[in-house]
């Protein structure tokens, strides 16, 4: 057992470093992102809407941010009803984010924002905990994929993995 989860923070930390490598030639070879991406900041969080979604001050303004490859189940969407969930979803959420101050790294195989002008955004606390996979891994939310994005294939094994495992909603919300 000790193997499998060393060898999953393993290939974590490389394709984290592979990534970090692809996104920093890709701004300093391609100028692909803005300046005030080229080097991570970080931001504070203002506000948790809900599960996937979150506001951070970027200087003096507010931004919407989507959590970029998850989707947790609805608390606040005004033709949806609370979804099985949700609540827990968005609590752990506001738990792991509200206050703290995150870094925002955009995908380079991602749009930049969602069509309700969300920033699309992978979540890093100060700390290096990848917010999305943890998520994703721990059952408060799915692998959403919009449209091709670089954790993909590790957010479709995390999801695999909290199913099979029985984790969060994958315990709770199971179908009839």
């Known amino acids: 057992m000790i193997n499998i989860q060393q060898n999953r923070k393993s290939l974590f930390f490389i394709g984290l470093m592979f ?3 692809l996104l920093v030639g ?3 070879t391609f100028n692909l992102f803005p300046k005030e991406l080229a080097v991570p900041q970080l931001y504070t ?7 996937d979604t979150i506001d951070v001050t970027l200087g003096h303004t507010t931004e919407r941010v989507r959590l970029l490859g998850l989707d947790t189940p609805e608390t606040v969407h005004p033709q949806k009803p609370v ?3 949700g609540p827990e ?3 752990e959420t506001k738990r792991l984010l509200d206050g703290k101050k995150v870094y925002l790294i955009p995908d380079p195989m991602s749009s930049d924002k969602d069509k309700y002008g969300r920033l699309l955004r992978y ?3 100060s700390n290096g ?10 059952g408060y939310g799915y692998n959403y994929i ?7 294939k590790w957010f479709s094994f995390e999801e695999e993995f909290a199913r099979n495992n029985s984790m969060g909603l994958w315990e709770k919300c199971r179908a009839d």
């Open 45 to 51: 969080v203002s506000r948790v809407i809900d599960g």
């Open 146 to 152: 919009y449209e091709p994005f670089q954790f993909m």
């Open 129 to 138: 905990e990848f917010v999305n996979d943890y998520l994703i891994k721990n």
């Open 123 to 125: 979540v890093f606390l």
């Open 83 to 85: 979804q099985c969930y």
């Open 19 to 21: 990534v970090s490598g």
């Open 26 to 28: 890709s701004v300093l």
């Open 89 to 91: 979803s968005s609590a």
